[in-house]
């Protein structure tokens, strides 16, 4: 039985298609979904989701959101994916820089705060998986 995937940002639909597994994180812990999962509906946390399809494996950066799971379908309404091939590791290393600088700047709000450090973790997410992804193919489970 397949399994359908769909991962949607508010800007797009970043990717459909049947798959045999998908790890993602959840804002517990790391998820695997096959497929006859049992039905669920949970938050989603900051980290790596990896597709499995064909024996290939296919990564990208997601941060925030929920997941919905079915039997036959998966549904990941992320705030932000991205897909490892196509992260600019150098713009990643500059936002990464950016939000290094604004925490060290000195005293923040509460919410300013939040944001930098929100920023910051997905600035590193996005590095780490782009440059995990240009490490060329491996065994990841």
Known sequence: MPLLLEIVTPEKLAYSDTVDAVTLPGAEGELGVLPRHAPLVTTLGVGEL?????????TFAIAGGFLQVRPDKVVVMAE?????????????????????????????????????RAALAVALLRQRVALRHREGPRHRG
């Open 50 to 58: 990896r597709i499995r399809k064909a024996g290939q494996v296919e």
């Open 80 to 116: 932000m994916a991205d897909m490892a091939a196509e992260i600019d590791v150098e713009r990643a290393a500059e936002a990464r820089r950016e939000a290094e600088r604004a925490l060290e700047g000195g005293f923040h709000e509460g919410a300013d705060l939040t944001q930098a």
